[in-house]
């Protein structure tokens, strides 16, 4: 693993050299986010989007581990524990809104951090592995976050776990004794609600483990950079500490004044008010929607409205939403260009900025909104861009596209081909 | 590989007496298995425990009292935690529903396959949309009742007949008709 110039750990402190030979726990963490690990010089802000993951992902967990503290996971006390969180617990409505909106601030930072990967061609080999592990981790919060919304028991949380439970009873033969299994009843009650509360704990943990296999598989390679290029020399590349660990505090701050102004000045804004009325069971609110986060998803379900051969609507619009996402696990053999970066792809780079990106903000406005046939007739356009932007559109540009020259080397992107310019010493 | 050639050897000659099958090989074949079964053993248990547990089923049936339900009168109540929807059809809603024919019908069924027989004033459904789940207007007084008169899912607009058939909207299905029985003229038990 790594590059032979990496720093070598060398504590001086004799104590820190007696935890070496014991248990080799700070050279571990030196290697992978220290001065150990060297890191292309040419990262842009884009590059910040990992750690700024990891810093929500904690965020959720200490805010997360204090609330069940105070949370009671019984279907008839659900709605007014929170209500005690909110109104009673001392500072109970601060970390009860930087958890929801921290869910939020999480995805933001990790559909970024997706994008990055799409416009930089991340998922390229040799890094198919952390792109593989990363969407496990998006799965994993998707279902974390969805579990946590239903928590408060409120009527979006009710109603939402109806709505995504009956996806499964789409599922010819087996799909009704399913959802009956996964509610543990006919429809969402307290087995759902509690057991919701025990995944809603653990998956978190889980995708920590994941992170930690995702981070490990991407230090193999090593860190990929914009222009594509792979490290070539000790020239191209700087330490982690503290190159980016400065890089990433600037990131991390902007980060966290982003947040404060939503907990602080908007803290629900990004919410459904229907979620403050109590869980009932013989009412439907009059538009059940998910959270932003599922919205471009929500539009892709909702887009199939006729039966195809003999499959019915139903389920085609299940399948849709779940390829919409398994579909990613084969991007790096849809997408064959040799060039990874989309700087040095024209034709790549028109369609992502104007074809996928507009697409999926399409497919959200859709997904939030009231499925009338208008906005029915347009997701049905975007989700069939979406899947031909993908498994046509890409496949044809990685064969067809006259990519623009790529630099020798990362030093040479960075500090041209002029004579003398070679690494200066900082003043 | 060189100390896995010298044990092939070995193996193949003490094996030969029974077919080439070495007695460490029973012996691990035997010992995967028996773990086998016993991770499915535990994990039976473990998967089960999610199906719905006995104070759930013991709430499975429901009874109704009909007396007080005037025809064109629809009552909400609960099965399963679910709302029950018992309607007392009109006659005119019954004959619009009988003049449909079953071949424009996306889920063909007549009324009297959707009611109990001599009892077809008695419409019987789950309040649950089949599409995902919401529960469609028609049952309140002065809701809309959707353009076949039935009930109307306001979700994604399925629209139901009088005998809560699916008639227009994403829905595939008509509305369920739970099991049930009349126990006397005016009561039936539900589950």
Redesign the interface.
């Known amino acids: 693993m790594s590059f032979p110039w990496a720093n070598e750990y060398k504590p001086s402190n004799p104590l820190m050299r007696y935890l070496d030979e014991k248990l080799p726990l700070p050279r571990f963490v030196y290697n992978a986010v220290g001065a150990g690990y060297p890191v292309p010089r040419n990262l842009n802000y884009f590059w910040n989007f990992g750690v700024l993951a990891g810093v929500a992902l904690m965020v959720q967990i200490v805010t997360g581990v204090v609330l069940a503290m105070h949370f009671a996971a019984e279907s008839t006390v659900a709605f007014s524990s929170v209500e005690h969180i909110m109104r009673d617990v001392n500072a109970g409505w601060f970390l009860r809104y930087a958890h929801a909106n921290g869910a939020s601030m999480f995805f933001i930072v990790v559909y970024i951090h997706i994008f990055r990967g799409l416009f930089y061609g991340s998922y390229k080999p040799p890094r198919e592995m952390v792109w593989h592990l990363g969407l496990v981790i998006f799965l994993l919060m998707m279902a974390t976050a969805f579990m946590g919304y239903v928590l408060p028991w409120g009527q979006m949380s009710f109603?939402g776990a109806?709505?995504i439970t009956?996806?499964f009873?789409a599922i010819p033969l087996v799909g009704e004794p399913i959802q009956?299994?996964?509610l543990?009843?006919?429809?969402p009650?307290n087995?759902a609600l509690n057991?919701f509360f025990s995944l809603h704990f653990l998956l978190p943990f889980v995708i920590l483990g994941v992170i930690i296999l995702h981070v490990w598989a991407l230090h193999i390679p090593g860190s990929s950079n914009p222009t594509g290029v792979e490290v070539k020399s000790e020239q191209d590349t700087v330490p982690f500490h503290p190159y980016y660990t400065a890089k990433d505090g600037v990131g991390v701050a902007a980060f966290f004044l982003l947040f404060a102004l939503l907990v602080f000045f908007g803290p629900n804004f990004l919410g459904e008010p229907d979620n403050y009325i109590p869980a009932n069971?013989?009412?439907?609110p009059?538009?059940?929607v998910p959270e932003w986060y599922f919205w471009p998803f929500y539009a892709i379900l909702?887009a199939?409205?006729v039966?195809f051969l003999f499959i019915?609507?139903?389920l085609l619009g299940v399948l849709a939403m779940f390829a919409a996402i398994l579909l990613l696990f084969f991007l790096p053999w849809l997408d064959t260009s040799a060039v990874r970066s989309g700087h040095y792809r024209p034709l790549f780079r028109k369609f992502f900025w104007f074809g996928l990106i507009p697409t999926i903000a399409i497919l959200g406005y859709c997904g939030g909104s009231h499925?009338t046939d208008g906005i029915v007739l347009v997701s049905q356009f975007a989700a069939a861009y979406y899947f031909a932007h993908f498994l046509i559109i890409l496949p044809i540009i990685s064969r067809v596209e006259t990519t623009k020259p790529l630099p020798t080397s990362i030093t040479e992107a960075v500090l041209g081909t002029a004579p003398g310019a070679t690494l200066q010493p900082a003043e | 590989m060189e100390s896995m050639a010298s044990l092939t050897e070995d193996s193949a000659t003490a094996g030969e007496e029974q077919g080439g099958v070495r007695r460490r090989d029973f012996i691990n074949v035997a010992a995967a298995s028996f773990a086998g079964v016993g991770a499915v053993s535990v994990a039976l248990p473990l998967i089960n425990q999610m199906n719905p547990s006995a104070d759930v089923l013991a709430e499975a049936s429901t009874e109704i009292d009909l007396a007080a339900i005037q025809p064109g009168q629809t009552i909400k109540t609960i099965f399963r935690k679910q709302p029950l929807f018992v309607r007392h059809l009109t006659p005119a809603e019954i004959a619009s529903a009988e003049k449909v024919s079953l071949g424009d019908l996306r889920d063909p069924q007549s009324l009297e396959d959707r009611t109990k027989a001599g009892k077809k004033q008695w419409l019987i459904t789950m309040g649950v949309c089949t599409h995902l789940g919401c529960v469609p207007l028609g049952a309140g007084e002065g809701e809309v009742k959707g353009e076949f008169g039935g009930y109307f899912c306001p979700c994604h607009g399925s629209s139901y007949d009088t005998a809560a058939r699916i008639r227009k909207g994403p829905a595939p299905r008509n509305l369920e008709v739970p099991p049930y029985e009349f126990t006397s003229d005016t009561a039936v038990k539900v589950g």
Request: no cysteine.
């Open positions: 109603w109806k709505v009956g996806l009873g009956t299994w996964l543990g009843g006919f429809a009650d087995a057991r069971p013989l009412a439907t009059a538009n059940i909702r199939f409205t039966d019915p609507a139903k499925a």
